[in-house]
Nanobody
Framework: QVQLVESGGGSVQAGGSLRLSCVVF????????MGWFRQAPGKEREEVAV????????YYTDSVKGRFTISEDNAKNTLNLQMNSLKPEDTAMYYC??????????????????WGQGTQVTVSS
């Protein structure tokens, strides 16, 4: 069974940057459709960025396009999320998730079966 461990969260001021990492244990990162999700207090969990299996086109939610970049490091078996130009509305718990394969355009959190424990990102104005 695959296990996911996130790191890299923290507190930054608006305009700053953070890099989240998710190490995959028990299998290879390239074998899964991998994604980053976030959940703010009182809100539903939402997809932020998804890297489909086999190098398919990445997906970004509109609010992070041009600011966030998802990437895989196969040598480290890690999924990364580079977050630049952070805004207070990016404040949330961020989760890494995986599933064997994704249907293009369908990245609801409900279809991902493997989850990390989450890492908190707080952006102050």
């Amino acid at each position: 069974q695959v296990q996911l461990v996130e790191s890299g969260g923290g507190s930054v001021q608006a305009g700053g940057s953070l890099r989240l990492s998710c190490v995959v244990f028990g299998d290879t990162v390239s074998s899964y459709c991998m994604g980053w999700f976030r959940q703010a207090p009182g809100k539903e969990r939402e997809e932020v960025a998804v890297q489909p299996t086999g190098g398919g086109a990445t997906y970004y939610t509109d609010s992070v396009k041009g600011r966030f970049t998802i990437s895989e490091d196969n040598a480290k078996n890690t999924l990364n999320l580079q977050m630049n130009s952070l805004k207070p509305e990016d404040t949330a718990m961020y989760y890494c998730a995986a599933r064997r394969a994704c249907v293009v355009g369908w990245y609801s959190p409900s279809i991902f079966g493997f989850w990390g424990q989450g890492t908190q990102v707080t952006v102050s104005s």
